[in-house]
């Protein structure tokens, strides 16, 4: 789905620019799944939490297996934060070189 590069709000397929910002969206599918922080450390997408109790539970579970681990929030979700003190479908980060073992942890649970 293309989004707003400005306040990364996501649009359905067929809009171009953003209503808000007048900016040109930009396809986002591939480039989400990998990106630099600004340590230049690699972030790989590990999976989408349903709500943010879940997402914290996933990131302590990481963290207790000395896996870093960050949750991103995109378009709708950062909308419901802002609102309502909670998110929905919380996009989890780790490190691009312990993707493959935090998703072992994953498999376990
Ligand atoms: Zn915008």
Redesign the pocket.
């Known amino acids: 789905m293309p989004y707003?590069p400005?306040?990364k709000?996501e649009y359905r397929e067929g809009f171009y620019t953003?209503t808000?910002?007048n900016?040109k969206l930009i396809e986002s599918l591939s480039n989400e799944k990998t990106e630099k922080d600004h340590e230049g450390l690699k972030w790989s997408y590990l999976m989408t939490a349903y709500n943010d109790i879940e997402a914290d539970i996933i990131i302590g579970l990481m963290n207790s297996n000395g896996i870093r681990a960050v949750k991103k929030y995109y378009g709708f979700s950062e909308y419901l934060k802002v609102y309502m003190g909670t998110a929905f479908n919380i996009k989890i980060f780790v490190p691009d070189f312990m993707l493959d073992e935090a998703k072992k942890i994953i498999e376990d649970i």
Do not use: F, L, Y
């Open positions: 707003c400005k306040c709000v953003c808000d910002c900016e």
